[in-house]
T-cell receptor, first 114, second 109 residues
């Protein structure tokens, strides 16, 4: 596609429920990133996928968070047993140039846990 | 550990005045620095990168390795510059960016 697409744009869920957030990167981009944007916290790295390599999961805050990338394209971030502190904007980005940091970001999914 | 610090959460200047958004980093190797901007209701987007030594929308940023800084500057601020600005560090050989906490810039008319 022309840009990075994320869905849903907004998600309100009850505490304890599971949620899935989807990211469709720019076609041909081999690198895909998930970040979390919280008020006053800046952008927090969550996970990074590069081609067929094992993902860098070092930023996932707990084992309730997981992500997968199927076929080197679409990625799903899953949060199990959501907590109120999970409320944030979840941003996906992709990059086609290794190591140069020129990310293209999606518009994000605003998650609200009530 | 690698870290990016933006000491000002909020910065307010008048239109036409110079603006400087501060960014300091902590990294012992050879860094690559970036500025990202997020305008109201828009996506986060790349503004400029130090390796390009470019000026975008009148903004420039110079990497100062001695002071470990990458401050963003513009000589004459415009109202449309109001946005959230993030400084980011790419570690040599690594793929992910480390972001600062961001500075919300407001240009007053």
């Amino acid at each position: 596609g022309a840009g990075v697409s994320q869905s849903p744009s907004n998600k309100v869920t009850e505490k304890g429920k599971d949620v899935e957030l989807r990211c469709d990167p720019i076609s041909g981009h081999t690198a895909l990133y998930w970040y979390r944007q919280s008020l006053g916290q800046g952008l927090e790295f969550l996970i990074y996928f590069q081609g067929n390599s094992a993902p860098d999961k070092s930023g996932l805050p707990s084992d309730r968070f997981s992500a997968e990338r199927t076929g080197g394209s679409v990625s799903t971030l899953t949060i199990q047993r959501t907590q109120q502190e999970d409320s944030a904007v979840y941003l996906c980005a992709s990059s086609g140039t290794v190591g140069q940091g020129g990310y293209t970001f999606g518009s994000g999914t605003r998650l609200t846990v009530v | 550990a690698q870290r990016v610090t933006q000491p000002e959460k909020l910065l307010s200047v008048f239109k036409g005045a110079p603006v400087e958004l501060k960014c300091n980093y902590s990294y012992s190797g050879s860094p690559e620095l970036f500025w990202y901007v997020q305008y109201s209701r828009q996506r986060l987007q790349l503004l400029l990168r130090h390796i390009s030594r470019e000026s975008i929308k009148g903004f420039t940023a110079d990497l100062n390795k001695g002071e470990t800084s990458f401050h963003l500057k513009k000589p004459f601020a415009q109202e449309e510059d109001s946005a959230m600005y993030y400084c980011a560090l790419s570690i040599q050989g690594a793929q992910k960016l480390v972001f600062g906490q961001g500075t919300r810039l407001t240009i007053n008319p």
